[in-house]
């Protein structure tokens, strides 16, 4: 069984687990928050797991408050702001570090697997965030923003990251999804 398995993780209602509760499920894990632009990614995310949580996929919802504070809420005003404005039913987690000396055992498992993350090319999200200073120019294997994904197989292999402005729409991401589902 894969270690990714045995990381603790705290859900948002306070509940010490590990992830091992989604052995053999391909998962999509995000780092999410509610004050951002890509927050209305939440719907899309939770249509994706509404239509394919039979088939065998979970998404789960990291929140974390790393990104220009956009995320300064308890979990229960997450939880509430997630079910009530977007209607999320996938699982959620309490906050967490994602990048830093702090950051949490799963994304320094996540990160470790993949560092690269796919892009957009000409990536507006990206020209947006070099604008204003809270970018680099050279390659960096944190987390960029808030709604990078990652996806790991039934067997707990981490097989793709994907950057913030990729959405669960993009043929990139999707057909990663996919292929995940059918193997």
């Known amino acids: 069984?894969?270690?990714?398995?045995?990381?603790?993780?705290?859900?948002?209602?306070?509940?010490?687990?590990?992830?091992?509760?989604?052995?053999?499920?391909?998962?999509?894990?995000?780092?999410?928050?509610?004050?951002?632009?890509?927050?209305?990614?939440?719907?899309?995310?939770?249509?994706?797991?509404e239509s394919n949580k039979d088939k065998g996929l979970v998404v789960l919802g990291f929140p974390s408050n790393e990104f220009a504070g956009q995320e300064p809420g308890s979990e229960d005003e997450i939880q509430d702001f997630c079910r009530s404005t977007y209607g999320v039913q996938f699982p959620m987690f309490s906050k967490i570090c994602v990048n830093g000396a702090n950051r949490h055992s799963l994304y320094k498992t996540l990160i470790s697997a993949q560092p690269a993350r796919k892009e957009v090319e000409n990536s507006a999200l990206l020209a947006k965030l070099k604008e204003v200073g809270l970018l680099s120019d050279g390659p960096t294997s944190d987390v960029l923003w808030n709604f990078e994904k990652f996806l790991v197989s039934k067997k707990g292999e981490i097989v793709g990251r994907f950057a913030p402005d990729i959405t669960v729409n993009d043929p990139v991401l999707a057909d990663a999804i996919k292929q995940e589902l059918q193997a």
């Open 1 to 49: 069984m894969s270690a990714l398995y045995d990381i603790e993780v705290t859900k948002i209602d306070g509940q010490d687990t590990t992830l091992s509760e989604y052995n053999g499920k391909v998962m999509l894990i995000v780092n999410v928050a509610s004050k951002c632009g890509l927050t209305p990614q939440y719907e899309q995310l939770e249509s994706l797991y």
